[in-house]
């Protein structure tokens, strides 16, 4: 147990839906990220977040829309995907940008478009 | 271009014996370096942080080592169990923004 839980584990969705990911860490951190795992290819950073602020968008699609109300949930609206947006999507957190420390990872969402 | 560059996809080794895995970066000069293991299926668990005024870290059967003239690092489980088996993935800072990145990481199978 990382202190870092995403919401669903897993996910499958049509193009035309609209679902969220969820994601919510109980470490007392303020910067959380977004990060988008495919097969075969290096975990992506997708969006930062640092002290609620979006400090990062990793030149991300605008059908993934992220969401960070507090310093303590993180969120990912998704809309109209397409076949390769389906990957294990993976939050984690920081105590904040840039403070040379390690990131806690949750255990991901795996996500699949049909 | 890929920047952070794990050069082994997959490494099998025997039980006992030493892994050693390579990560290889351009273009930037990190002020630290990160290891991390993922099991399948889940999200990646910290390891070892190395930062660049220090040549080598270690943590029990763990060692990492950081070359910023070279440009690399090496990570080295010794006395290596079945239950190392998994992937490992370096991730360093590669654009000064203090973003972590990850290379692909190498799939490590220790053989019984």
């Known amino acids: 147990e990382t202190g870092v839980t995403q919401t669903p584990r897993h996910l499958v969705m049509g193009m035309t839906n609209k679902k969220s990911l969820k994601c919510e860490q109980h470490?007392?951190?303020?910067?959380m990220y977004w990060y988008k795992q495919s097969a075969k290819k290096p975990l992506e950073l997708m969006f930062v977040y640092n002290f609620k602020e979006q400090t990062e968008n990793n030149s991300v699609p605008s059908r993934f829309s992220p969401e960070c109300p507090n310093s303590s949930h993180l969120f990912l609206h998704l809309h109209t995907l397409q076949p390769e947006d389906s990957a294990l999507y993976l939050c984690?957190?920081?105590?904040?940008?840039?403070?040379?420390?390690?990131?806690?990872f949750g255990q991901g969402t795996r996500l699949t478009v049909v | 271009s890929q920047k952070i560059e794990q050069n082994s996809e997959a490494l099998n080794i025997q039980e006992g014996k030493t892994a050693t895995l390579t990560c290889n970066y351009t273009?930037?000069?990190?002020?630290?370096l990160q290891w991390y293991r993922q099991d399948p299926g889940r999200g990646p668990v910290f390891l070892l942080l190395?930062?660049?005024?220090?040549k080598e870290k270690r943590k029990e059967r763990l060692k990492v080592t950081f070359d910023t003239t070279l440009k690399q690092s090496l990570f080295h489980i010794t006395a290596s169990q079945p239950a190392d088996s998994a992937t490992y993935l370096c991730?360093?800072?590669?654009?000064?923004?203090?973003?972590?990145?990850f290379g692909t990481g190498t799939r490590l199978t220790v053989i019984p």
């Open positions: 190395i930062r660049e005024n220090e």
């Open positions: 984690a957190s920081s105590p904040r940008q840039g403070s040379n420390t390690e990131a806690f």
């Open positions: 991730a360093l800072d590669i654009t000064g923004a203090n973003n972590l990145f």
């Open positions: 273009n930037y000069s990190p002020a630290y």
């Open positions: 470490l007392g951190h303020n910067a």
